[in-house]
């Protein structure tokens, strides 16, 4: 299983990014995607996932209305569309997908929001 993060980078507040995670190794089709954030000495937390069909979402309180998840199942990818970005949104932003009862983790992109 690899899971592959892009898209982060510096960001005015205000501002839009859009995060892709491509996935290979199992049947992408099949499984719940997530993505999660850690900013600097805080938990890692959960910040959205989206049922294999695509068809249920979940959004923390702090992200509703701002961020939205997706995925394109033909192209292994999982999405994650962020506008109205607020400083307290800086992190690094990692996808998880969970197979065969095990976590697994890309590398993480990181986001700053700052002006």
């Known amino acids: 299983v690899q899971l592959v993060e892009s898209g982060g980078g510096l960001v005015q507040p205000g501002g839009s990014l859009r995060l892709s995670c491509t996935a290979s190794g199992f049947t992408f089709s099949s499984y719940v995607m997530s993505w999660y954030r850690q900013a600097p000495g805080k938990e890692r937390e959960l910040v959205a996932s989206?049922?294999?069909?695509?068809?249920?979402?979940h959004y923390a309180d702090s992200v509703k209305g701002r961020f939205t998840i997706s995925r394109d199942n033909a192209k292994n990818t999982v999405y994650l569309q962020m506008n109205s970005l607020k400083p307290e949104d800086t992190a690094v932003y990692y996808c998880?997908?969970?197979?065969?009862?095990?976590?697994?983790w890309g590398q993480g992109t990181q986001v700053t929001v700052s002006s």
């Open positions: 998880k997908a969970i197979v065969g009862a095990t976590n697994y």
């Open positions: 989206i049922t294999s069909t695509g068809s249920t979402t």
